[in-house]
């Protein structure tokens, strides 16, 4: 087998270090002894972006929200699926997670961040909603492991009711707070109902040929 090689680390604030590994031509990025995100299982991420942009295929001009990078498979997607008009702001709260992007996995990358309907803020995504007001058409969270986190505590306000009432201010009419887990809740979807959403709960699997763990995604509408 071949050995998994440590290419960086990264400080999460009021979380514990981030560290990304290569293995061959896969990479890993690691939470103590949890593994995050590998770029062999990328399905989930990219069916994120997809059915999102298809609940928004009516919108010419579409915005849309994407917290945070991770490995850019749901940017990757989006991009694919959004037509020229689109724009995409995407909140990355770790610095590090850019430099890997540009760095060691840009061949990966593929220079989505420098499309230009992109613009990259770096920055707590939980800011970033706060400060819109009927800003965006879709917000999309792909953020620690969904309403049960691992990576930092402050991540349960965006799961909160308080949090999804901000998510769902920053929303225009008809717009869509799509939510990734890596597992399902109960209680969030009941948080969702009771904000006010329309809920959609669509079970999805890890890898893009349709195999691996099963992952959850939320389809939350502001009527």
Not at 13 to 29: A, K, S, T
Request: proline letters at 5%; glycine letters at 12%.
């Amino acid at each position: 087998m071949i050995p998994r090689e440590l290419i960086g680390t990264a400080a999460v604030p009021g979380g514990e270090d981030l560290r990304l590994f290569r293995r061959g031509d896969d990479f890993m990025i690691v939470l103590d002894r949890n593994e995050l995100m590998n770029s062999r299982m990328s399905g989930s991420e990219e069916a994120l972006a997809v059915m999102t942009c298809d609940r928004l295929r009516e919108r010419t001009t579409p915005h849309l929200l994407i917290g945070g990078y991770g490995m850019g498979f749901t940017l990757r997607a989006a991009l694919a699926a959004l037509g020229p008009r689109a724009r995409v702001t995407v909140a990355e709260l770790v610095p590090e997670i850019i430099v890997w992007a540009r760095g060691p996995m840009a061949a990966m990358t593929g220079g989505c961040l420098e499309d230009p309907r992109v613009t990259l803020i770096e920055r707590d995504v939980a800011a970033v909603i706060g400060a819109g007001r009927g800003t965006y058409d879709a917000i999309l969270l792909d953020v620690d492991n969904g309403p049960d986190g691992l990576v930092r505590n402050a991540n349960d306000q965006l799961y909160s009711a308080r949090g999804l009432a901000v998510a769902k201010a920053a929303l225009r009419p008809g717009g869509v707070l799509a939510v990734w887990s890596a597992a399902s809740d109960t209680a969030f979807t009941r948080r969702l109902g009771m904000a006010g959403f329309l809920v959609d709960e669509v079970k999805v699997r890890a890898r893009s040929n349709g195999k691996g763990p099963q992952h959850v995604i939320w389809f939350a509408t502001r009527p």
